[in-house]
Every structure is written in C-alpha cells, then in structure tokens.
C-alpha cells in the first residue's frame, strides 16, 4: 500500500496531465461533429480489427453447426424452386431496374443483444462498397441500419434498439404499421398504429412496406403472436415474434436501393419545409 502511495505521490503531476487530457478529449469528441464521427471511424477500426481475429477462433470451434444452419437454408431455397409454377414456355418481362435493391454479403463479428441499445459489427466497410444508412437483412429476415462506417469494418444500428422504427404492412391487407422495440424480450417486438377496422390475426406475416429508402418492399419483419383491441381503442395492441434469430445471426446482406440519394433528399426537403427537421 505504502508503494502505491509512493507511486502516486512521484508521477502525482503525470497523473493529473493524463486526467486533464482525457477530459479535454472527451469535450472535443462530444461537441465536435466532425471530431465526433473521426473517433467512432478510428475506434471503430481498431476494434474492428480485434474483434474480427476473435471472431475467426470462434468460427472454427462452431464449423458443424453452421453447416447444418447452412443446410437448412440451402434445403430452404431448394423447396422454394420446386414450389415455384413455372410455364414450359417463358415470356420475358421487362423489369423496372431502378427499384431493384442491390447488396452484399457479410460476416457478423460483434453482436450485443441484452442491452436497451443494441449494436452488430459486420467484417465489411466503405472499401467494400458499404454505406452509412444502407438496410441490413439476415436470412431470416430484417436486422437493422448501418450507422459507422470505417474502411474495412461498420457498425449496425440492430432492430433491437430503442430507436429502431421499421415501416411494415399487413402482409394479407396491406395495411400499415410500424414495428418497435420496447428494450424487452430479445425474440419480440411491437406492432404499433395498426388500424382497428382491418381484421389481424395471430400467425399473420408482418413484412416492410418499401415506404422508405432503407429496406425493399416484402422482406418479413416477423408474425404477429399477440393480439389486443380495446373498445375505445383506435389502433390494435399486437406483438410479433421477429423473424430474425439475433442470438443466432452470424451472416448479413446489406441492402442499397439505386434511388436511394434521390429518395433521402426529397424526403429531407420535403420536411425542412414542414418544419419537421
């Protein structure tokens, strides 16, 4: 103890310098935008880098069950072929290719689950083609929003975060809502401003409307497993349980709709002008 003390006492204006610096970093990167975003891209890096390598071990010691996982989905795909009715003689379509969503692939390094705001890093960054704001969809479904974005590495925003809104509709109806997590249980989220005079039942598909610039139309959100209509109520009290397994998520495709710049400054001019930002 009389060491410690010793020590402080002899490196006490060291000590005191390296506190100040630290304080005055912390105000610089909290009230500096631009200082801001260059910390979480240099941080984000680095610890990209560790938990990347950390990340390799622990594939390695999990290569069965991601073959079977693997399987499941190949056998998943295979069925979809054999269900699909296609005529002996097949007529070409024209596609309307601006609304086409085109993606990559990535591998889930980082994943936190039971915190009221949860974040995934992915192996792939702004050298890869990876962009802040670009959609984030699992095999199974949605997964959230890119917030950071370092030359090899970004950071996702997850479906399980407080702030995380998903249009959706009514996969049968059409009808629209939103999709929110409440911080709760990591299998589950809420189904809000779902109007009452469109009939919603347990095991209904909610998917995502396509009414933003984020995720294409009809990727699942997740079913509906709960379902409550006050009578005074304008909208139905409903739950659903989310399509993606995010204790289970290890592979990502990222999403980017090629009108999506235009789509985002429309939309930001359109509410300047309503005052709404």
């Known amino acids: ?3 410690l003390l ?5 490196y006490r204006t060291l000590l005191v310098f390296i506190f100040l610096e630290g304080i005055c970093f912390w105000v610089i990167v909290r009230s500096n935008s631009y200082h801001n975003a260059k910390y979480f891209t240099t941080s984000n890096q680095v610890a990209g880098a560790v938990l990347n390598r950390s990340s390799e071990v622990k594939d390695y010691f999990s290569l069965a069950e991601k073959n079977d996982l693997l399987a499941q989905e190949n056998a ?3 069925q979809l072929v054999l269900d699909m ?5 097949v007529i070409m379509t024209v596609v309307d290719t601006s609304m086409v969503a085109t993606g990559l692939s990535a591998r889930v390094i980082d994943n936190s689950v039971f915190l009221r705001n949860n974040y995934l890093t992915i192996n792939k960054g702004r050298t890869d083609g990876v962009t802040e704001k670009m959609g984030v969809l699992g095999p199974d479904g949605v997964v959230g929003q890119v917030k950071y974005v370092s030359d090899h590495y970004a950071t996702i925003v997850s479906l399980l975060h407080s702030r995380s809104l998903v249009s959706s509709k009514h996969a049968k109806s059409g009808g629209l809502c939103t999709v929110m997590w409440r911080g ?3 299998l589950y989220a809420d189904i809000e401003y779902f109007p009452r005079h469109i009939h919603l039942s347990i095991g209904d598909s909610i998917k995502t409307s396509g009414y933003n610039s984020i995720f294409p139309e009809g990727e699942l959100v997740g079913v509906v497993s709960e379902v409550h209509l006050d009578d005074a109520g304008t909208f139905y009290e409903a739950q659903l349980k989310l ?3 995010f204790y289970r998520l290890k592979h990502v495709y990222l999403m980017s709709l090629p009108d999506k710049l235009e789509i985002d400054s429309l939309t930001f001019v359109t509410n300047q002008e309503d005052g709404q930002i």
């Open 1 to 3: 103890m009389n060491r």
């Open 6 to 10: 010793q020590f402080l006492f002899k």
């Open 85 to 89: 009715d296609v005529p002996d003689s």
């Open 243 to 245: 399509s993606t397994d």
């Open 184 to 186: 709760e249980d990591p």
């Open 76 to 78: 998943r795909l295979r």
